[in-house]
């Protein structure tokens, strides 16, 4: 950090800052804001009936028909171990395109609520926290200042593991 001839602080960018800089989706989860690289959103849509799948993962709500291809949804509220909640008018489904392996994988991520398109400087992105073994941080690209606001930007390739990702995208091969 270095500070301007007024005195006040000026966040220099890092490595981290000049790599994640850019645009991101923001949501809500409970109190907790959070974003995902824009080009990551193929679109918001609001809730529809989802089918749910039998033995799969509390977090795996299960698939939905959009425009004739079976997609498969997850919780994030239940994915990151949050509480559950009655979905609102303001909850939405985010469909986004996650890699698995070289192929790319559509799914759908339930949200509390969608807030704004934030574009990110360099100057206003951190490194995630460090918390221990098997912490947050494995989805987590790192913190961005948005509007006097923490931003969690989250790493929607990361946010399932292997295994998860491989039982999602055969949810909707099988549909």
Do not use: W
Not at 46 to 70: C, D, H, Q, S, Y
Not at 139 to 161: R, Y
């Amino acid at each position: 950090m270095s500070t301007r001839h007024d005195g006040t602080a000026v966040l220099e960018s890092t490595e981290v800052g000049r790599r994640l800089a850019g645009k991101y989706m923001g949501f809500k989860l409970g109190a907790e804001n959070f974003a995902l690289e824009i080009l990551k959103v193929q679109e918001i849509i609001g809730l529809m009936n989802i089918t749910a799948v039998p033995r799969t993962p509390e977090f795996v709500r299960g698939v939905i028909n959009l425009r004739g291809k079976v997609i498969p949804v997850i919780d994030l509220r239940l994915k990151f171990g949050m509480p559950a909640k009655e979905y609102t008018e303001l909850t939405c489904i985010m469909v986004v395109q996650v890699a698995l392996n070289d192929d790319q994988v559509t799914m759908g991520v339930i949200v509390d609520q969608v807030s704004e398109v934030m574009d990110i400087k360099a100057d206003q992105v951190e490194e995630p926290p460090h918390f221990g073994a098997g912490d947050a941080g494995q989805f987590l690209l790192g913190m961005g200042k948005f509007q006097n606001t923490v931003v969690m930007l989250l790493d929607a390739d990361s946010i399932l593991t292997a295994g998860e990702m491989t039982m999602v995208d055969a949810m909707s091969d099988e549909a």
